[in-house]
């Protein structure tokens, strides 16, 4: 297909594109369309070079590297030698001074609340509601649904009565360890109360409560009978539903019939690495569904054993707290954008000379003023500030470049200074070993830096490949450098102030059938100091948060402070094995599981989450089957 373009301010710009900015998202920005083309093409043209220029020094660095490898392959590797080379070349950076981060106007979820964050593909509408939906997700649901609660009847479509009292016991013991009674246990309890606003619990003896008062936030009503309870550890919510008429209710003394757990705190909505977006049509799709998730009217229609469903953004959710006053909750995860690094260029728009734009510079300007319509509402940030998570950069240089950009799309757009925040991904061996001097040029606008296993690696890989052959997989996940490299991460944000500011935070857990074995190990990211942490879907976040209700992360943090730094020849540390001696099986298995883990990049997002015809009331809550729930999770009504 011959593409259209409309010629303006020395652009070729994609029709397409063009009329959906100028229709779509410019009015009620209060921009004029004159004054965003026109300094969005001299941004452009001013900065694409910059780009160009950053992306060959990268090359040349690489050669560089590349070439001291061969020239010393048969020499016994000197690692100090190895770390001047690499300051000659100005690959690795001397360290400035101490300093902390200035970063201001940012949301709760970003600096005070700890939890889970989501990573959902922005170019599925149905999957980017249910990510930002996924703020409150029901423990019995993603209990029962997942290998966590084990019985005969696990795959079976029909109900299992045992399956369903192993749910009540683990959401028992979960309130037993993390909000407390006075000399009872809530499997005691048999009915729940509010007396003159304070919560009531009722056992066969007497009336008890909470040993922490505190933790009691407020009640919720239904022609005047309690519905819901709301409780609080660590900054996270539960509401404990009362609906003793629901069929998940029967085999509770107390009438309790779900425990809705606060859960995807955050979400990051991708532009990058789980979509295909190589044109202006493709590009549309995911700016379309950001704006509509900043505006409030993302719509999803579908059609699923047979009914037809629409799918939209959840509301806030209304309770009377313990002094008898009208209070909310925020109904939806706070939303992140992630975009494209620098590397990569998009048809959708093309240069005076004929070049691509790079398509890191098309992001910045349109997820920006995608978002100005949450500026004015204030759905997603209450604070007045949009969240950009940038990837792929290599070093300081290309961050005070990211710096640089998002304010001049400040000024284009006519927004307040530092508006716009950084999220910085730690992926690439240049910005790990510079970490420090890479969040310095942030440093009034980081809200978020974040390890990832997989990037992390295959650069190390592409760094040393003339070094000789990498180590295995496997392996690589307990080399010295990995270990190092995640320890760092926490060590640099913490000593950088981070903590009750900006998240620190830690990779994906790639395994979303196993959550069994999530909850038994991912903890460990609570444990290394990260107050944020990625998981794959809806159910994996509601039970992740669980980690978040055993660890309070900001203590966590003073303990790490205190603990033995790591060290940066440790980082350097090239997970090489000289001459080895494996058989051809074994280097097929090891393509093999490379070639599995691309393919890990393509699998579909897995579709969770609540799906029914219309939002359900979640501040009137009638009888728990109208929630419209999977048929395999308790019997609930259907999806």
């Known amino acids: 297909m011959i593409k259209k373009y409309i010629n303006i301010e020395n652009l070729s710009v994609s029709e397409d594109l063009y009329n959906f900015i100028n229709n779509e998202v410019i009015p009620d920005t209060g921009i004029s369309e004159k004054n965003f083309w026109k300094g969005f093409g001299k941004v452009s043209h001013d900065l694409a070079p910059k780009n160009k220029e950053l992306l060959n020094i990268r090359k040349k660095l690489q050669m560089d590297i590349d070439r001291w490898h061969l020239d010393n392959y048969e020499k016994e590797f000197n690692l100090d030698e190895y770390k001047s080379f690499l300051e000659k070349i100005g690959y690795l950076k001397k360290e400035s001074p101490d300093f902390k981060i200035k970063t201001k106007n940012l949301d709760q979820e970003i600096s005070a609340i700890a939890g889970p964050q989501l990573v959902v593909p922005i170019m599925n509408a149905r999957y980017a509601l249910n990510a930002a939906n996924a703020r409150w997700m029901s423990l019995y649901d993603s209990l029962y649904g997942t290998d966590v609660i084990s019985s005969e009847e696990s795959t079976s479509e029909r109900y299992d009565p045992e399956r369903g009292s192993k749910v009540i016991e683990y959401t028992k013991n979960f309130l037993d360890e993390n909000f407390k009674l006075k000399d009872s246990s809530w499997k005691k309890i048999n009915q729940i109360s509010i007396k003159n606003h304070k919560l009531e619990l009722h056992t066969d003896k007497d009336i008890t409560g909470l040993i922490d008062d505190n933790k009691y936030v407020g009640y919720r009503l239904d022609r005047e009978k ?121 048809s959708a728009v093309l240069l005076e000379d004929g070049s691509e734009i790079p398509e890191g510079i098309l992001d910045a300007f349109v997820t920006s003023l995608c978002a100005v319509h949450d500026l004015k509402n204030k759905n997603n940030s209450r604070t007045g500030s949009i969240y950009i998570v940038k990837p792929k950069q290599h070093g300081p240089e290309e961050t005070a470049f990211t710096n640089l950009l998002f304010s001049k799309v400040e000024e284009v757009l006519d927004l307040k200074p530092l508006t716009l925040k950084v999220g910085l991904m730690e992926e690439e061996r240049r910005t790990s070993i510079n970490l420090k001097e890479c969040i310095r040029t942030l440093e009034d606008r980081i809200f978020f830096i974040n390890t990832g296993f997989l990037d992390r690696t295959g650069d190390e890989m592409h760094t040393s490949m003339e070094a000789g052959p990498m180590i295995k997989k496997g392996d690589m996940k307990t080399s010295t450098w990995i270990n190092t490299y995640e320890k760092n991460n926490v060590e640099v944000g913490l000593s950088c102030g981070f903590s009750g500011v900006a998240q620190i935070g830690k990779g994906m857990w790639a395994m979303p059938d196993k959550m069994a074995d999530m909850l038994k190990q991912k903890i460990s990211h609570l444990e290394a100091g990260a107050n944020c942490a990625w998981v794959p879907s809806p159910t994996a976040a509601a039970l992740h948060a ?15 402070k205190n603990k033995d730094k790591s060290k940066l020849d440790d980082l350097l540390n090239i997970p090489i094995i000289k001459k080895p001696n494996w058989p051809l099986d074994e280097i097929n298995k090891e393509i093999s599981n490379s070639a599995q883990t691309i393919l890990g990049y393509v699998v579909r997002w897995i579709d969770q989450g609540i799906g029914c015809s219309k939002v359900p009331d979640i501040n009137n809550i009638g009888l728990m089957e109208d929630r419209c729930l999977p048929p395999t999770f308790f019997g609930w009504g259907t999806s």
């Open 226 to 346: 309690i519905s819901a309870v709301i409780l609080k550890n660590n900054k996270l919510h539960i509401e404990i539903i009362i609906n003793p008429n629901a069929f998940s209710a029967k085999r509770d003394p107390a009438g309790i019939s779900d425990i809705i757990i606060e859960s995807a705190i955050s979400t990051i909505c991708d532009h990058e690495d789980s979509v295909a977006a190589v044109d202006a049509e493709d590009k549309i799709i995911g700016y379309r569904n950001w704006l509509g998730l900043m505006k409030k009217d993302l719509e999803s229609k579908f059609e699923k054993n047979g009914k037809k469903l629409i799918r939209k953004l959840n509301p806030n959710r209304n309770y009377i707290n313990k002094l008898g006053k009208k209070e909310k909750l925020h109904g939806r995860a706070l939303l992140l954008n992630r975009n494209v690094g620098h590397l990569m260029t998009n």
């Open 546 to 560: 669980l980690h978040y209700h055993q660890i309070n992360i900001f203590d966590q943090h003073s303990k790490l």
